[in-house]
């Protein structure tokens, strides 16, 4: 049973676009909620991440919203390019740590 | 380039091979991880070690026993493996292990194929 509900599963944006990926969880001791990015062929590296108490953090093109009431939050890619297509895998921890992965969403950004 | 080693790259072993995947740190991490990675598949945890201790065994089938030399060193030992078992499998470190802030460093994986 995932812990973490993600959507869409893929995605296809123009470059210059915004990609929006959302995701969704019931355990509300849950206080850590990193995002991942995976490129082929290689590991996930860490993007961002929020915890429950703020409601938005940037940093840079990547921002993350999270609504606390609503158990939800997602990624806002702005001004999406060709280097950012990738898999983005959602997750949360519970103060014992351990990491609960959203299915993940393919982007693929066209020129 | 990723602060967790991995290696192999690639293997490919037969059912009755014994082969051994390894992974390093020199981050002065305490907590690491075993992870496997099915193809468009998010990750999914095998084992944690903490403090070179294991601590989190997901259950998984004995034909893989991990070990933890020391705190900068994690093996996979590989025996008697079956085909469904091929995969990306992925190491991480973090700071500690039950600390829900403390993200995960993952290596870039040993792509396993079971023949």
């Known amino acids: 049973q995932q812990q973490v509900k993600q959507s869409p599963q893929s995605l296809i944006v123009q470059k210059g676009g915004i990609s929006i990926i959302n995701c969704a969880y019931e355990?509300?001791?849950?206080?850590?909620f990193p995002w991942y990015q995976q490129f082929p062929g290689k590991g996930p590296a860490l993007l961002i991440a929020i915890r429950p108490d703020v409601s938005e953090k940037k940093e840079g093109r990547f921002t993350i919203s999270f609504n606390k009431s609503a158990k939800q939050f997602s990624l806002h890619i702005m001004d999406s390019q060709p280097g950012d297509s990738a898999t983005y895998f959602c997750?949360?921890?519970?103060?014992?740590?351990?990491?609960?992965f959203g299915a993940g969403t393919q982007v693929v950004v066209t020129p | 380039d990723t602060e967790v080693t991995q290696t192999p790259k690639h293997l490919v072993m037969g059912m009755t091979n014994k082969k051994s995947l390894k992974c390093e740190q020199h981050?002065?991490?305490?907590?690491m991880y075993w992870y496997k990675q099915k193809a468009k598949k998010p990750p999914e945890l095998m084992f944690v070690y903490s403090y070179e201790k294991l601590s989190i065994n997901e259950s998984v089938p004995s034909r893989f026993s991990p070990e933890c030399p020391n705190s900068s060193l994690l093996n996979l030992h590989l025996h008697a493996l079956q085909p469904e078992d091929s995969a990306l499998y992925l190491c991480?470190?973090?700071?500690?292990?039950?600390?829900?802030?403390?993200?995960?460093?993952f290596g870039n994986g040993t792509r396993l194929t079971v023949t």
């Open positions: 981050m002065g991490h305490r907590a």
């Open positions: 355990n509300t001791a849950f206080d850590y």
């Open positions: 991480a470190s973090s700071q500690e292990e039950s600390s829900g802030d403390s993200p995960l460093h």
């Open positions: 997750a949360a921890t519970d103060s014992w740590g351990k990491l609960q």
